[in-house]
């Protein structure tokens, strides 16, 4: 059974950074594509970021792009997205996904984990 455990959310003064963390548990997460998404209340869920199963191709939604970095360590079975230039905009709850398909959508993705809240004050 695969599990997922998000933290590093927070509140953050915009242009501020924050680092998420997921955590995948178990199986190996060397063998999916990772990815993260965020919703904010009243707003469709976007695609924030994912990266290849051997971390070697990362794709970024239009509105992080320069921003954010997704990365991952294989090694100790975690994903990390590193928030910069924070925006009001960014406020929402992130969510970490895993999937056999490297893909930007959502629909692919086979486990999800509960989310952290991020909210960037202005």
């Known amino acids: 059974q695969v599990h997922l455990v998000e933290s590093g959310g927070g509140l953050v003064q915009a242009g501020g950074s924050l680092r998420l963390s997921c955590a995948f548990s178990?199986?190996?997460?060397?063998?999916?594509?990772m990815g993260w998404f965020r919703q904010a209340p009243g707003k469709e869920r976007e695609f924030v970021a994912a990266?290849?199963?051997?971390?070697?191709?990362?794709w970024y939604g239009d509105s992080v792009k320069g921003r954010f970095t997704i990365s991952r360590d294989n090694a100790k079975n975690t994903v990390y997205l590193q928030m910069n230039s924070l925006k009001p905009e960014d406020t929402a709850v992130y969510c970490c996904?895993?999937?056999?398909?490297?893909?930007?959508?959502?629909?692919?993705?086979?486990?999800w984990g509960q989310g952290t809240q991020v909210t960037v004050s202005s």
């Open positions: 996904a895993a999937g056999r398909l490297f893909t930007i959508a959502a629909g692919p993705y086979d486990f």
């Open positions: 178990g199986r190996s997460v060397s063998n999916y594509a």
């Open positions: 990266i290849r199963w051997d971390g070697t191709t990362a």
